[in-house]
């Protein structure tokens, strides 16, 4: 069994705020499997399907952000998941809007949320879908940043599809492995243009 965790605080104010970048990709994940995340269990919602062959829960903690641990920790013991079946999905502002990053494994850096899973997991070992939703204007409040609201226009556009990115990185992880998801779906660095050369779109390709 799989276990897919988007991150997020629970609540109507919070809805698709940057900090709920992992809830709105996982709701876009769930819309392409025809599943609802609705059942409760161990301080989550969470949603049961087949992707491929594999069974997968989806999972949305409702203990807020910094308790994230809790609800993801509570569902790997109950279920028995094996830590390399784990997948969270989280927002991060040192990627800018519309990146998608797959990694194996790692620190949870400055996220909260992150924090919390590694700390009640005792291993950060387990793999991570970051979507970038960029950093806070020069002396802005970080907090008034990420529990802002993503402004429409070409912010909005480019995050959105980062949503969908990362929702067909989780189901190659299911399908196809960390490796082949981070190959297909890591999103390139736009390579600076030449003088007098329009700039090149970012695209997807090899693992970072």
Known sequence: MYLIVGLGNPGQQYTHTR?????????????G????????KEDALIGECYIGTEKTLLCMPQTFMNLSGHAVSGLMHY?????????VIYD???LPPGTVRIRKNGSAGTHNGMR??????????????RIGVGDRPAGGDLAAWVLGHIA???ERKLVEESFR???LACECF?????????CKYNTKKKKKAKAGEAAPEADSGAAE
């Open 19 to 31: 900090h709920n970048a992992g809830f709105d990709a996982l709701e876009e994940l769930a819309r």
């Open 33 to 40: 499997l025809n599943v609802s995340i609705t059942r409760k």
């Open 79 to 87: 279920f028995r998941i094996p830590m390399e079946n784990l997948l």
């Open 92 to 94: 991060d502002i040192d």
């Open 116 to 129: 919390s899973i590694v700390e009640q997991l005792g291993s950060d070992q387990f793999a991570r879908v």
């Open 152 to 154: 429409d226009g070409e």
């Open 165 to 167: 990115q990362a929702a």
């Open 174 to 182: 299911v399908k196809e492995g960390v490796e082949t998801a981070m």
